[in-house]
């Protein structure tokens, strides 16, 4: 199986030879300086320095961690116990009593989905993980009050040891609750700017972005705890971390997949028509991280067993970014430096995990996909930032508080795992970052970019569980695989996009992807191509599921891009795409996808919208 996602592959330098599997893992925290010396600048040809590997690894064997500093110990993978474990001051885990009655979803007891015999596939984990929600008396999970509770009792003034804590309100639900998060550090402040004087890398972990997908955010308070004032904590010699273990409060609350507005949040992170979204975009813009987490579950029952007559077996589904124009090398350290240590680390704890996959709502349809490659997830949408961008998915909607403990087990040792892999590869990460950066930005004007892309049809085994005897069964399914792309539709790489002056709702979603847009001072031309429209229809956006819950009324138009001179008024806008966010306008652009801003309503007509082919001579504003 092809595990790269990329559709246009430069040549790679000589040293740049891909390694062989599970070589990847040893690397002493300290580089050799052949690694450490600086990249030239961005041209497309710059190479990446030689791709690290330790001659003799074991394949598949995740690295030990070294010590971060003299004394302390190695975090172990969470549920495992340490031979001396540190002593952890208490959590004060009672519930903040809420302004207003609190709504909360009620999540027990409820009629089992199947069996005994298939139950016995999935034991409780040797520990218990311990939060508000996971109690043993408890019918409903953590509410939002108690996540604020338990992220104020670690977001304490006095630093601890070196260690920092911030609380963070990122922003409002459309019902009025905050999006909190937690940053945890060793730097010397908590500012953004003290992060970056650090010299060590951020990630950010987020949680139900879909309501009823509770796995995450339980698991998540657990890592915050640990990071803070336990067995993680070493981690921060080496990384900074912003968890957000609730993205969507409302959808909590109500136990629904959705946010109160009936929006599928994980498919607006192109569009940020709710705020929830825009917190999560402005968050990533404001901290810049390394590598983002996505936590989600998938459903165990429902329409495999009406499909297949069968149940889902695996514990854990893992992806990272599979979308048009994501750059080779952050592909490449996706696999090698993060999926392979994390299936590793999974099978240690006895948990199963395979790509992650869906089907989609029409009982007919049989096929079986791996998650989308549409720029509009979280996943897809964070790695055109220039991310890791990861999705772990635990067998979760459906089952209510079955199997609960494993199931936040399975998203620790996986959040574990890609926070150690964080930690081992800092410095190297940072080089792949700063090459992508520079690479992406040196393609403006050159070369073709990919406009919209697909999935490959093929076919493989896949196992289930007989819904009976839970027994494995093996079925052989047709297979839409995201590691493999098609170029659907391509064009010559724009230098840049030109905006009318009316599209101000477009220039400040733009803004908030992190995208720099330069406003024109004084009336000038460029060589553009305009987009003479050839069809229409209204239609909604679809997935690999189905209609996008909140992606009705959209316009899909076919278009023929036709150059000419344009005159370009004071007062319009200029998206330039040397800049390394480049492949987000691209995404957002190009007026003839689903997802562009023109099909969804962001940019009102096709003549306030060109692609620039030739460096523009404008004067712009400061």
């Known amino acids: 199986m092809n595990m790269h996602s990329n559709l246009h592959r430069e040549t790679p330098p000589a040293s740049l030879a891909a ?20 990249l030239l600048t961005a041209c497309s040809t710059t190479p990446l320095p030689p791709w690290p590997s330790t001659p003799g690894a074991r394949t598949g064997a995740p690295a030990p961690l070294p010590r971060a500093q003299p004394g302390t110990v190695v975090p172990a993978p969470l549920g495992q116990a340490p031979l001396a474990p540190p002593p952890r001051p208490a959590v004060v885990t009672s519930p903040l009593p809420p302004p207003a009655p609190l709504v909360v979803q009620d999540q027990g007891p409820m009629a089992p989905p199947y069996g005994a015999a ?86 950010v972990l987020i949680g139900q972005q879909h309501g009823d997908e509770p796995a995450g955010s339980e698991a998540l308070l657990v890592i915050s705890r640990e990071l803070v004032q ?59 991280p390394i590598l983002v987490l996505d936590a989600h579950e998938y459903t165990a029952v429902g329409r495999y067993l009406q499909k297949f007559n069968a149940i889902q077996r695996y514990d854990a589904l893992l992806q990272y970014a599979t979308t048009a124009n994501y750059p080779e ?8 430096w993060y999926h392979q240590p994390m299936v590793a680390a999974l099978r240690a704890q006895n948990l199963t995990s395979d790509w992650y996959y869906t089907t989609s709502t029409n009982p007919d349809d049989k096929r079986i996909s791996m ?82 892309a697909a999935a490959t049809p093929t076919q493989r085994q896949l196992d289930f569980l007989d819904p ?27 230098c840049g996009y030109w905006l009318s002056a009316s599209s101000s709702e477009a220039v400040e979603r733009l803004k908030l992807l992190g995208l720099q847009v330069l406003r024109v001072a004084e009336p000038g031309s460029a060589l553009a191509d305009t987009y003479r429209e050839t069809a229409r229809e209204t239609a909604d956006r679809q997935d690999v599921i189905g209609t996008i819950a909140g992606g009705q009324g959209i316009v899909r138009v076919q278009v023929a891009p036709t150059r000419s001179a344009i005159d370009i008024p004071a007062g319009s806008f200029y998206v330039p795409l040397n800049q390394p966010r480049a492949n987000l306008a691209v995404a957002a652009l190009e007026p003839d996808t689903q997802n562009s801003y023109f099909a969804n309503h962001l940019i009102a007509d096709l003549a306030h919208s060109a692609r620039v082919m030739a460096p523009p001579a404008l004067v712009f504003e400061d």
């Open 118 to 203: 298939v139950a016995a596939r999935f034991p409780d984990p040797p520990t218990a993980y311990s939060t508000p929600g996971l109690g043993p008396d408890r019918r409903a999970f953590t509410t939002n009050a108690e996540i604020s509770q338990w992220l104020q009792s670690l977001a304490e003034p006095a630093p601890r040891g070196g260690t920092r804590t911030r609380l963070l309100n990122l922003g409002m639900s459309q019902r009025g609750e905050p999006i909190l998060g937690l940053l945890a550090t060793r730097a010397a402040g908590t500012e953004p700017a003290d992060l970056d004087t650090s010299g060590r890398p951020t990630v």
């Open 371 to 452: 998650g989308g490659t549409q720029p509009d997830t979280g996943r897809n949408v964070n790695g055109l930032k220039n991310t890791v961008s990861l999705l772990v998915e635990t067998r979760g909607v459906g089952l209510g508080r079955m199997h609960i403990q494993r199931r936040v087990h399975s998203q620790v040792t996986a959040i574990t795992s890609a926070l150690r892999s964080t930690a081992e590869r800092a410095t190297n990460l940072e080089q792949v970052r700063s090459f992508v950066e520079r690479d992406v930005s040196a393609k403006a004007c050159r070369d073709q970019v990919v406009v919209e």
């Open 468 to 494: 009976d005897t839970g027994a494995d069964r093996s079925i052989r399914v047709d297979w839409n695989s995201s590691l493999t792309l098609r170029a659907i539709k391509t064009r010559a790489r724009p």
């Open 329 to 336: 090398f952050l592909t490449k350290a996706s696999e090698e």
């Open 19 to 38: 390694p062989k599997p599970g070589r990847l893992r040893n690397l002493p925290w300290k580089v050799s300086a052949l690694l450490a010396t600086a």
């Open 230 to 288: 336990g067995l993680l904590e070493p981690l921060l010699d080496r990384i900074n971390v912003v968890v957000v273990p609730r993205a969507n409060p409302d959808g909590a609350a109500a136990g629904t997949r959705v946010t109160a507005s009936g929006v599928d949040m994980n498919r607006d992170h192109l569009l940020l028509n709710t705020p929830e979204a825009r917190a999560l975009a402005q968050a990533i813009s404001t901290y810049r």
